[in-house]
C-alpha cells in the first residue's frame, strides 16, 4: 500500500456519491473486548472472560481491556466528534443477568440504559448486539451451554428482557454475531471433548440451537418492539478457486456454502440446504430436534442482513481420503481450515496482499459479497466489521499516523458505494473498530480503532485516547455522505 498523508486533509480524493441520504456511517466494538469491569456491577463472568484468563500470561485479557466500563462519557464524547450516525456495540448477557438465567442485575441495566441514553442524546443511533462471543459461563456450567434446550430458553427470556427495557430507544437489533464462525471456533463455544466425531456432534447440536434462539429473539423483537428491526450478523466468505478446473470452483463454491451460505439459508428458509443436510447424515450428526420447531424456525423473518467482511480466501479441491461409511464415526480429516469436510485446501491468493496478520486483502472482495447476498436473499444489508488490524505505533509527538488503514477503508468505502451503483440495497457501514480494543486472538498487539487506547498487552499506561489519522480521515468521509474518501 502507497504511503498516504498523515494530517487531517491530505489525499483525500472528491468523487460523486452513491451514498443515500440517511446513510448510516457508523463504527463497531462489542463488549467483551471493550468493557473490561469484568466482575464489576455485579456482572458474571462469560465464555470470552474464561479463555481470555486461560491466556493472560500471554496476552491481555478482559479485565481492563479498553476500560469503557468507566470511560463511556469520553469516548461517546469522542464518537460525537467523529460525527458517528450510529454505534454498534453489544450488551454482555452476564452483566444483565449474571449466570444467564436468574435473577436481572439492575446495575447492569442501569449501566446500558447510562450509555444507550447518552449516545441518544449526542445524536448517534444505537445499534446493539445482543451476543457476542460471551456467554454466560453459568450457563456452560449449568447446561454445557448451547447443548441444551436450556440455554435457547436463557437466550429467549434474555431477548425479552433486554427488548421491553430498551425497545423505546433502540431501533435496530442484531442477534448473534458471527454464528457462522463461532460454532467453528471450540473456545467459542467451550468445545472440549478430545474426539473429533463428538465435537462436531456437540458443535451441530449448539449450532441448531442458536438457530432456534435467533428465530425466537426475531419473533420477540417483532412483538416486542414497535418499529423494530432485527436480524444476524454473518462473518461473510468469499472463496475464489485457485484454477478454472471444474473440482476447484467447485471447492470454492463448497467453502462459501459450508462457511457462511447454511447459515444464511437456515435464518432464511428456516431449514438446512440440501447439502448441509447430507453432511449431517453423513457425519452421523443430525441435531435432536423437538416439536414445534419447524414453525419456530419458518415463522422468524429477519429484516436486513449484516456482513461482517475482513478478506477474501482462495481454495483448491482436495479430494478426501480414506472414504467414508455414513453414520460412521471415520470420516476423512483433511487439512482445511476450521472445518474437516475435505473438500477444499486454502491456499495463497497471489493477486492479493496480505495483511501483517496473514489477511488477503480484496476491496473487490466485499463488492461481490453484498451483490451476492442481496440478489439472492433481497434484503437490506448494513456492513457492521470492516478493518485493518495492525501493530500502530504512538509517535513521540502523540500521533498516529495509520495511512495504511485509512488506504484499506477508503478501498472497502468505495466497494459499498459501487455495491449501491450496482443495485444493492445498504443502508450502513460501520468499520472495526471505534477505538482499540481487545483483538480476539493477539490483545492488543494488534489494532483496529480510530481512536488509539494508550496501553499495552501487560502494562495499562493511562488508558488515553489518542484520535489516529484514521479518526479525521473518517470524520471527513463522514461530513461529506461519502463524498470525500
Ligand atoms: C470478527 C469478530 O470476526 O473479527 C470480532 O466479530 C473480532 O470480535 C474481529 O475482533 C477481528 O478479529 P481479531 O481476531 O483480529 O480480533
Redesign the pocket.
Known amino acids: 500500500m502507497s504511503k498516504k498523508g498523515t494530517d487531517e486533509t491530505a489525499d483525500s480524493v472528491r468523487r460523486p456519491t452513491l451514498f443515500p441520504e440517511h446513510f448510516l456511517w457508523g463504527a463497531s466494538s ?1 463488549a467483551f ?1 471493550i468493557e473490561g469491569g469484568w466482575d464489576e456491577g455485579k456482572k458474571g463472568m462469560t465464555v470470552a472472560d474464561y479463555n481470555s484468563f486461560r491466556r493472560s500470561g500471554i496476552q491481555a485479557d478482559t479485565r481492563t481491556a479498553s476500560d469503557f466500563y468507566h470511560r463511556w462519557r469520553e469516548d461517546i464524547g469522542l464518537m460525537k466528534e467523529l460525527g458517528l450516525k450510529m454505534y454498534r456495540f453489544s450488551m454482555s448477557w452476564a452483566r444483565i443477568i449474571p449466570d444467564g438465567d436468574g435473577d436481572v442485575n439492575q446495575e447492569g441495566i442501569r449501566f446500558y440504559h447510562q450509555v444507550i441514553d447518552c449516545l441518544l442524546e449526542q445524536g448517534i443511533q444505537p445499534f446493539v448486539t445482543l451476543y ?2 460471551d456467554l454466560p459461563y453459568a450457563l456452560v456450567e449449568k447446561y454445557n451451554g448451547w447443548e441444551s434446550r436450556e440455554c435457547v430458553a436463557a437466550f429467549d427470556r434474555y431477548a425479552g428482557i433486554v427488548f421491553r427495557e430498551f425497545g423505546d430507544k433502540v431501533a435496530y437489533w442484531q442477534v448473534h ?2 454464528q457462522n ?1 463461532m460454532v467453528r471456533v471450540d473456545e467459542r463455544m467451550n468445545i472440549k471433548a478430545g474426539d473429533a466425531w463428538e465435537c462436531d456432534r456437540l458443535r451441530a447440536q449448539m449450532d441448531y440451537h442458536m438457530f432456534l434462539a435467533h428465530a425466537l429473539a426475531v419473533k420477540a423483537c417483532h412483538e416486542l418492539v414497535p418499529g423494530g428491526r432485527i436480524g444476524p450478523a454473518v ?1 461473510s466468505t468469499c472463496t475464489y478457486p485457485l484454477t478454472n478446473r471444474p473440482e476447484d470452483v467447485w471447492a470454492a463454491r463448497m467453502n462459501d456454502w459450508f462457511k457462511t451460505d447454511y447459515c444464511l439459508d437456515m435464518y432464511y428458509d428456516g431449514e438446512y440446504p440440501g447439502y448441509y443436510m447430507r453432511y449431517l447424515e453423513e457425519r452421523g450428526i443430525v441435531p435432536k430436534t423437538g416439536a414445534g420447531d419447524r414453525e419456530i424456525l419458518m415463522g422468524a423473518r429477519m429484516d436486513y442482513i449484516a456482513v ?1 467482511y ?1 478478506r477474501t480466501l482462495c481454495v483448491s479441491y482436495l479430494p478426501a481420503t480414506g472414504g467414508h461409511v455414513p453414520g460412521e464415526r471415520s470420516f476423512p480429516v483433511n487439512e482445511v481450515d476450521f472445518d474437516q469436510y475435505g473438500y477444499f485446501r486454502h491456499v495463497k491468493n497471489e493477486y492479493l496482499e496480505t495483511s501483517a ?1 496473514g489477511a488477503q486483502i480484496d476491496p473487490m472482495g466485499l463488492r461481490t459479497v453484498l451483490n451476492l447476498y442481496y440478489r439472492r436473499y433481497r434484503l437490506p444489508l448494513i456492513v457492521t ?1 470492516n478493518g485493518l ?1 495492525a501493530g500502530d505505533v504512538l509517535t513521540e509527538n502523540g500521533k498516529v499516523h495509520d495511512y495504511y488503514r485509512i488506504d484499506y477503508l477508503r478501498q472497502h468505502i468505495e466497494a459499498c458505494s459501487q455495491a449501491i451503483g450496482d443495485g444493492v440495497d445498504l443502508f450502513g457501514y460501520s468499520p ?1 473498530s471505534f477505538m482499540d480494543l481487545l ?4 490483545g492488543f498487539r ?1 489494532r ?1 480503532g480510530f481512536v488509539y487506547v494508550n496501553r499495552d498487552e501487560h502494562d495499562l499506561k493511562d488508558l488515553a485516547r489518542i484520535k489516529k489519522d484514521s479518526f479525521y480521515w473518517y470524520r471527513r468521509v463522514i461530513e461529506t455522505n461519502g463524498r470525500e474518501l
Open positions: 462489542s473486548q457476542h462471543f454475531n458471527e464462525l462473518s461482517n475482513y496478520y466489521e488490524g472495526w483483538s480476539s486472538h493477539q494488534k483496529y
